[in-house]
């Protein structure tokens, strides 16, 4: 077994390290307090190929495995998680997706410019729509129908909690279009949000992950031509479900970067700070927080890794992705507010950057499943 990055890994792992202290920590506070899109860091980020980081290259992508996707994302998710969650539903739900289970029109139309994260010089990018109103992890409940008409499918319905929401140009939605077959009559559809019928709602206001656009996307009478559907009839839940498996990797390591970023700065400031005449990484209380965040994050990365690996060797990584994500997550919001803690008071104020990853890190056992749900699929697979 070799624990050993590549050159090239370690060649993304620095890059990305880069970006986030030079591109993203500056101005990161406001972007939060004001909820501002990091549209610049966004542009950014897809020159330097991360964008669509695992696309092939004839498809205009990086090629990389998902090891330095792993690694890329931990470094960014250290200092703005709002840049990440973008850059993750791009990657990972959206290109993936299209790249294993588009058409080769499908792919040459919205893959290409997707994994650059431009076209004709503006910002292009995706979202995912799978959570509804009254459809959030029990997804098969899908209320938006998607009637065939022959040449194209009337859309009608709600999607909400919509990450990139405005910021898209591209909706992969996925929708009911037989009821009586329940998952098997789910499709998934390529929408482009300025065609007619598509009206997206406010944006909303959150308790963390501020940056990031997350909106309700209302479609009436959309009209979607049928070249639109991705794969066979009734293949919209096992695409949904198979891209998720990914897409939690990119969560996990969302995850582990926010948990990391709150350590480094635990462990910087009691090397700093005194109480009762010494540096407070003196007083055991504190080392032993610090020695238990290490050892969680650590494992927490281990497993994201392993998932990684194993989506790189094609090896069913269902499992293994939602251990990492229940893992990391628990380990983020942990380690996030431990990190408060270390801090005292000064934790509690926006200059030190903990409380907002504390308030960034409970986001990640919610989304692209629960921790519940993660638990249901581990149990699931490992009763089975
Ligand atoms: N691969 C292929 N097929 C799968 C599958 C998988 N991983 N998982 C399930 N299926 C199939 C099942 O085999 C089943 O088919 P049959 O009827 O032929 O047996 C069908 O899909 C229905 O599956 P289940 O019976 O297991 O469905 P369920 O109702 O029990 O739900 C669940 C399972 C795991 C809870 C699932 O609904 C789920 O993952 N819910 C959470 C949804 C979620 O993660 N949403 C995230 C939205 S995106 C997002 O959040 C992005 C972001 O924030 C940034
Ligand atoms: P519910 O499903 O109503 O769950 C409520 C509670 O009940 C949870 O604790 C849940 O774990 C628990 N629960 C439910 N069922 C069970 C069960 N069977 N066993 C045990 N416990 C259970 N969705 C998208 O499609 N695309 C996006 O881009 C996207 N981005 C998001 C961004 C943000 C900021 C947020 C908040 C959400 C986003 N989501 C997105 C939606 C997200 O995936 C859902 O919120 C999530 O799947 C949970 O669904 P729900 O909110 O309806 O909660």
Same mark, same amino acid.
């Given at each position: 077994? =070799?624990?050993?990055?590549?050159?090239?890994?370690?060649? @993304?792992?620095?890059?990305?390290?880069?970006?986030?202290?030079?591109?993203?920590?500056?101005?990161?506070?406001?972007?939060?307090? *004001?909820?501002?899109?990091?549209?610049?860091? =966004?542009? $950014?980020? &897809?020159?330097?190929?991360?964008?669509?980081?695992?696309?092939?290259?004839?498809?205009?992508?990086?090629?990389?495995?998902?090891? %330095?996707?792993?690694?890329?994302?931990?470094?960014?998710?250290?200092?703005? &998680?709002?840049?990440?969650?973008?850059?993750?539903?791009?990657?990972?739900?959206?290109?993936?997706?299209?790249?294993? /289970?588009? %058409?080769?029109?499908?792919?040459?139309?919205?893959?290409?410019?997707?994994?650059?994260? #431009?076209?004709?010089?503006?910002?292009?990018?995706?979202?995912?729509?799978?959570?509804?109103?009254?459809?959030?992890?029990?997804?098969?409940?899908? #209320?938006?129908?998607?009637?065939?008409?022959?040449? *194209?499918?009337?859309?009608?319905?709600?999607?909400?909690?919509? +990450?990139?929401?405005? %910021?898209? %140009?591209?909706?992969?939605?996925?929708?009911?279009?037989?009821?009586?077959?329940?998952?098997?009559?789910?499709?998934?559809?390529?929408?482009?949000?300025?065609?007619?019928?598509?009206?997206?709602?406010?944006?909303?206001?959150?308790?963390?992950?501020?940056?990031?656009?997350?909106?309700t996307v209302m479609f009436t009478d959309v009209?979607?031509?049928?070249?639109?559907?991705?794969?066979?009839?009734?293949?919209?839940?096992?695409?949904?479900?198979?891209?998720?498996?990914?897409?939690? @990797?990119? @969560?996990?390591?969302? &995850?582990?970067?926010?948990?990391?970023?709150?350590?480094?700065?635990?462990?910087? /400031?009691?090397?700093?700070?005194?109480?009762?005449? +010494?540096?407070?990484?003196?007083?055991?209380?504190?080392?032993?927080?610090?020695?238990?965040?290490?050892? #969680?994050?650590?494992?927490? #990365?281990?497993?994201?890794?392993?998932? &990684?690996?194993?989506?790189?060797?094609?090896?069913? /990584?269902?499992?293994?992705?939602?251990?990492? $994500?229940?893992?990391?997550?628990?380990?983020?919001?942990? +380690?996030? +507010?431990?990190?408060?803690?270390? *801090?005292g008071g000064y934790g509690y104020v926006k200059?030190?950057?903990?409380?907002?990853?504390?308030?960034?890190?409970?986001?990640?056992?919610? /989304?692209?499943?629960?921790?519940?749900?993660?638990? @249901?699929?581990?149990?699931?697979?490992?009763?089975?």
């Amino acid at each position: 077994m =070799i624990f050993e990055l590549s050159e090239e890994q370690l060649m @993304i792992q620095q890059a990305a390290r880069d970006f986030a202290r030079n591109e993203c920590l500056p101005g990161v506070i406001e972007r939060d307090e *004001h909820q501002k899109f990091p549209k610049e860091q =966004i542009m $950014k980020l &897809a020159e330097l190929g991360f964008m669509g980081m695992m696309v092939d290259t004839a498809y205009g992508g990086s090629g990389l495995d998902t090891v %330095s996707y792993v690694l890329a994302m931990e470094e960014i998710s250290k200092i703005d &998680a709002s840049v990440s969650v973008c850059m993750s539903v791009n990657n990972s739900l959206v290109c993936y997706g299209l790249q294993q /289970y588009a %058409s080769e029109e499908q792919k040459q139309k919205y893959l290409t410019p997707l994994a650059q994260g #431009r076209k004709d010089g503006e910002l292009y990018i995706g979202a995912f729509m799978l959570s509804e109103p009254e459809a959030g992890s029990d997804a098969t409940s899908q #209320r938006t129908t998607a009637e065939d008409k022959g040449d *194209h499918y009337l859309l009608n319905g709600t999607k909400n909690w919509i +990450t990139n929401g405005s %910021s898209a %140009s591209v909706y992969l939605v996925i929708a009911q279009t037989d009821a009586a077959k329940k998952s098997k009559g789910i499709n998934v559809f390529i929408v482009e949000k300025n065609w007619p019928g598509v009206t997206v709602a406010a944006k909303e206001n959150k308790l963390g992950i501020r940056g990031s656009d997350t909106h309700t996307v209302m479609f009436t009478d959309v009209k979607v031509p049928k070249e639109n559907r991705i794969g066979e009839d009734g293949f919209g839940f096992t695409f949904a479900m198979k891209t998720l498996a990914g897409g939690r @990797i990119g @969560i996990a390591s969302q &995850a582990l970067g926010i948990a990391s970023g709150a350590y480094e700065l635990a462990k910087e /400031y009691s090397k700093t700070r005194k109480a009762f005449g +010494t540096e407070i990484r003196n007083h055991q209380a504190i080392a032993f927080k610090l020695a238990d965040m290490a050892t #969680r994050i650590e494992a927490a #990365r281990l497993l994201c890794l392993k998932a &990684a690996w194993e989506k790189d060797n094609k090896i069913d /990584y269902t499992l293994s992705s939602s251990m990492a $994500k229940v893992f990391a997550s628990e380990t983020a919001m942990w +380690t996030a +507010t431990e990190a408060v803690q270390v *801090h005292g008071g000064y934790g509690y104020v926006k200059e030190y950057h903990v409380e907002r990853l504390m308030r960034d890190a409970k986001i990640t056992q919610i /989304y692209e499943g629960t921790s519940e749900v993660q638990r @249901i699929v581990i149990s699931r697979s490992i009763l089975k």
